[in-house]
């Protein structure tokens, strides 16, 4: 059922197909030649996520661009690909960065072949998993990105990289497994049995709270908030992001983690919503902690790469507050519940917009702190000192990733983050005021590290240290230009957005609310 | 019922075929040259790649019986006879260049494998005690001597040994608990035992279905029957543990749903809960053990022995519902082929280094590309990861523990093992791309190896990405429980 080119499928397995290529090529002897097919397929799958953008209709709602084939009739499988805008974005952010990544990572040497394969492999997993409306298929992809990114972080990445790395593909493995067995119970309570995801939230199987409904609820939190990461399931995170190659580690904060907040709002919340309203306090108890718990850990850090890697705790701590006041139960009075309309939405805009400006940050963050270790071969904070003056590009572009990331106004970061704090406080006042010590606490520790590395005496060691290759500034430029834009002028892409978690908003606080004369005949 | 005057031989014509092949081969062995290797093999594999063709032929002709209700011919016993016959044909593949040096007893070795493939399809056409008890007997016996097969070795002979008695007393076990079946009931009738136990129910009855178990566990490799494995595992030529891992196991697996009525009847309650605790018990011994081996046959030997754990899921949900039986058909098939393809890359690295550690694998990425790929497809669907032929068992047996809502602890404890698993299945793949290697031997495979690797790679990755023929086909086999 398509009409016209299958934009999406196209998108998807471009990558796919320049691993199939890549392949075929000689390890040894055609390593610039693998280098360019993997930009080249890299590349053509950005250009067709923004050509993608034509015939979407940003306004309208509802899944577009779909695909449908049947694939594995005996299961009621689907091949079922769609975006919309909570998608879109995220999909556009994975195709950038990859492509990035890849472009970045010409300076890499030791078996190309491999690692463009990797790459490759991993992107068409990423795409996959934004794109996909069918359980099976969604499921097939998310797994399809653990298994690269075990071998880039083992194979490429620092001392303690084989550690990482299981450490990584079991914590993981663990989450996606509870995930299979709630989809499974999905499945099963479905009448007609179906995988699709958009046939079932139509059909809501699990709706209310029962215990079934509350098993497959934190069946699929299981998976997600590993992979978010919350706390406490946050600790295979510093050292996956620790021991992982530049580029691995800015695919893995950039698109990895926000599959796990993708999966919140496109399959926790509509799919389960009185279970999201009954559990949503504990979810956002949880958010806050992940947001105070990350910044004080990244505050202690020496490691310049683990503090924005707790940093990225902190940061999903806000996207998952956000979720939360999206779907938390309110009691009021009915114009009092109306208004709170308006909040959840904007809670939840924030965090969808939070998702892609983390991606975008943390990613050029990531691409920041390669450029020094790949000079300095360390990353000691306190090593360091007055590299403004032997480097003032690096400088330059360190500083407003760092602006932006602890939310700055102007920047990207700023934006969602007070969309978040704005919608949520209604909703969850004490939460909030708690959550916005995180803040405070990121900008201590960003400016702390900026002051010495940065500023004061210059350490003499490092005279030498070369600025920005023309390779690092492509890599990082194009993401500085999306956090001023964003910063500056975000209404395209809360148009974008809204589309989505409009209707999943309403659907949401519909689910949610009591108002005070049901409260009150309730309590008699 | 009124006797006709001649049998239907056309119910039988995979076994009266596979029984020439096997007479062939050992003729031929006789007759033939001593320097007629080459001839044997190609004797063996074609007999048994020809061998598909009867049996397919039978797809869809039942349920029917044959021989007063000996042999029974139903979609179920044709998939799984695909399954075996398929697996010697890859075994024959495997064996034909590892054991080209053998002095004596080539021949016979291919002989023996063909019974061996023989045996097992009786087993999943036995409707009869007797054509049960022999046809287990004959798959043990062949097991016995192709474990032992490599005289000079002493833990080839070991393996051998320890398999036989162990063997021997488990299916004396078996023997006695299925002729108190025959005593209690008075039919050797498979079919008909249920209904008559049912009528009267004993404690004996309890007993004697508890024998039959333990004679069927040890066949399975189940807990707490499990012991022989790793050794036999381990000592037997790598060939012949390669079908070991999985020909006996199906094979048994296929006895146990077809005594399941009658097993269940002697104690309706208990029975699915102590085969629940038994699948779980198994797939925790072979997933923990495995994790501190460092031999390759043995790690496979531990990974069987969870597998089997696995498979015995879909035997406790078949009780309830068939798809607990169109998971264990789908998953019989995608275990044959990661299995034995796992094997294959073993018996490579083996041939290679000359022993079977998996320190052997270090560097494998670099050494041969393509086979550690192969074998890192194989190890990702034997921890049941996308898009791989185990993953889609693996979603079908879970969604099928999960479909009968009492069972969905059995989900639980498949899943967490499934990430145990991963574990030391991964410490390979870490081995082969993560290490490097110092002074690794080239590896030089032979073509029939490296053409059992493809045909295993691809049909785990056609199990995986479009197994549309294989869902469909174990569906159809499914709805025998009907008639069982």
New interface residues.
């Given amino acids: 059922m398509t009409a016209g080119i299958p934009i999406l499928s196209l998108m998807v397995f471009v990558p796919l197909v320049g691993m199939a290529v890549v392949l075929l090529l000689d390890r040894e002897r055609h390593v610039q030649a693998i280098r360019w097919v993997a930009t080249l397929a890299s590349g053509a799958s950005f250009v067709l996520s923004l050509l993608a953008l034509i015939p979407y209709q940003i306004g309208a709602q509802g899944m577009q661009l779909e695909e449908r084939y049947p694939w594995i009739p005996a299961l009621n499988v689907t091949y079922h690909l769609g975006v919309d805008g909570l998608s879109m974005p995220l999909i556009i952010l994975t195709t950038l960065l990859t492509f990035l990544c890849v472009v970045y990572s010409f300076r890499i040497t030791e078996r190309v072949k491999e690692y463009m394969v990797f790459f490759l492999l991993l992107e068409t997993g990423m795409l996959g998993v934004f794109c996909a409306l069918d359980f099976f298929l969604f499921y097939v992809f998310w797994e399809v990105s653990l298994v690269p990114m075990y071998f880039i972080i083992g194979i490429w990445g620092g001392p303690r990289r084989e550690y990482a790395a299981i450490k990584f593909f079991v914590y993981t493995l663990v989450g996606s497994l509870a995930m299979l067995l709630a989809i499974l119970g999905v499945y099963f309570s479905s009448d007609p049995r179906s995988f699709d995801m958009v046939e079932l939230i139509r059909q809501q199987p699990v709706a209310g709270v029962t215990l079934k409904t509350a098993l497959i609820f934190w069946g699929f939190f299981l998976g997600f908030a590993i992979k978010v990461p919350m706390w406490p399931f946050h600790t295979w995170l510093p050292d996956a992001h620790v021991e992982a190659p530049t580029a691995g580690s800015v695919i893995l904060a950039g698109v990895l983690l926000k599959m796990g907040t993708y999966g919140f709002v496109r399959v926790s919340l509509p799919l389960m919503p009185e279970a999201s309203a009954h559990y949503s306090f504990l979810i956002a108890i949880l958010a806050l902690i992940s947001i105070i718990y990350g910044a004080l850990c990244a505050m202690g850090q020496s490691d310049i790469k683990k503090l924005i890697a707790y940093s990225s705790v902190n940061h999903m701590g806000y996207v998952m507050l956000g979720v939360a006041a999206a779907c938390a139960i309110m009691s009021g009075r009915d114009a009092e519940l109306r208004d709170l309309l308006v909040s959840r939405a904007t809670a939840l805009n924030g965090a969808v917009l939070q998702m892609f400006n983390h991606g975008i940050i943390t990613g050029a963050l990531f691409f920041l702190v390669g450029v020094i270790y790949d000079r300095a071969h360390l990353r000691d904070i306190d090593a360091f000192g007055g590299l403004a003056r032997i480097m003032p590009v690096y400088t330059a572009v360190m500083i407003t990733s760092c602006l932006a990331s602890l939310g700055l106004p102007g920047l990207a970061g700023f934006v969602s983050e007070f969309m978040v704090f704005l919608g949520s406080f209604p909703i969850y006042k004490v939460i909030v005021g708690l959550a916005i010590v995180g803040v405070v606490i990121t900008a201590a520790f960003f400016l702390w590290m900026i002051q010495r590395v940065f500023l004061g005496p210059t350490n003499p060691k490092w005279q030498a240290l070369q600025d920005m290759d023309s390779g690092e500034l492509f890599a990082t430029a194009p993401l500085v230009a999306i956090m001023l834009a964003v910063g500056l002028y975000p209404m395209p892409i809360l148009r974008l957005i809204n589309a989505a978690t409009g209707p999943l908003v309403e659907m949401l606080s519909q689910h949610a609310h009591i108002t005070m004369d049901a409260l009150r005949s309730l309590l008699g | 019922m009124t006797p006709k005057p001649f049998a239907d031989l056309s119910l039988a014509s995979p076994e009266l075929f596979l029984a020439a092949v096997a007479f062939s081969v050992l003729v031929a062995d006789l007759v033939f040259p001593r320097t007629w290797r080459k001839e044997i093999v190609l004797l063996a594999g074609l007999g048994l790649v020809a061998a598909l063709f009867p049996t397919a032929r039978l797809w869809g002709r039942g349920p029917a019986s044959e021989f007063s209700g000996a042999l029974l011919v139903d979609n179920l016993a044709v998939a799984l006879k695909l399954v075996f016959v398929v697996a010697g044909a890859m075994t024959v593949l495997m064996s034909a260049d590892y054991l080209i040096g053998l002095r004596k007893g080539f021949g016979e070795y291919f002989a023996l494998l063909c019974f061996f493939v023989l045996a097992l399809c009786f087993m999943a056409s036995a409707g009869d005690l007797i054509v049960l008890y022999i046809a287990f007997e004959l798959s043990s016996i062949t097991g016995y001597l192709l474990a032992a097969w490599l005289r000079d070795d002493p833990k080839s002979n070991e393996a051998g040994l320890k398999y036989f008695i162990y063997g021997a007393a488990a299916s004396g076990l078996m023997l006695f608990g299925l002729s108190l079946l025959y005593g209690l009931t008075g039919t050797l009738e498979v079919r008909a035992l249920a209904d008559r136990l049912t009528a009267n129910p004993t404690v004996l009855g309890g007993v004697a279905a508890a024998m039959v178990l333990g004679g069927l566990g040890y066949k399975l490799a189940m807990w707490p029957f499990h012991w022989w494995a790793p050794d036999v595992y381990e000592g037997a030529p790598t060939s012949v543990t390669a079908f070991l891992s999985v020909g006996p196991k199906i094979a048994g697996l296929a006895l146990l749903i077809r005594l399941m009525s009658a097993l269940q009847s002697t104690a309706p309650d208990a029975w699915p809960a102590v085969v629940g605790f038994l699948a779980v018990a198994t797939m925790f011994t072979g997933n923990l053990l495995a994790i501190r081996q460092t031999n390759i046959k043995r790690m496979l030997a531990y990974s069987s022995i969870a597998h089997a754990g696995y498979l015995l899921i879909g035997v406790v949900v078949a009780w309830f519902s068939p798809v607990g039986l169109q998971a264990l058909v789908f998953y019989a098939a995608a275990y044959l082929f990661m299995n034995l393809g796992a094997f294959a890359v073993a018996l490579i690295v083996e041939t290679a280094s000359g022993d079977s550690l998996i320190a052997s694998f270090t560097g494998l990425?670099r050494r041969a590309?393509a086979l550690a790929a192969a074998m890192t497809v194989f190890l990702?669907s034997l921890?049941g990861?996308?898009?791989t032929g185990g993953?889609v068992g693996k979603?079908?047996l879970?969604?099928a523990a999960?479909?009968v809502p009492r069972l969905?602890l059995l989900?639980?404890a498949g899943?967490?093992n499934?990430?145990i698993s991963?574990?030391y299945y991964?410490n390979i793949?870490?081995k082969m791309?993560?290490v490097e290697g110092t002074s690794e031997p080239p590896v030089k495979a032979p073509r029939t190896l490296v053409a059992a690797v493809v045909v295993a790679a691809v049909g785990i990755l056609v199990m995986g990405i479009a197994?549309?023929a294989f869902?469909?086909a174990?569906?159809l086999s499914s709805r025998a429980l009907a008639s069982l």
């Fill in positions: 990425g590309p990702l921890t990861i996308p898009p993953f979603l079908l879970f969604g999960i479909s969905w989900a639980v899943v967490a499934s990430a991963l574990y991964m793949a870490r791309y993560l197994p549309q869902t469909a174990a569906e």
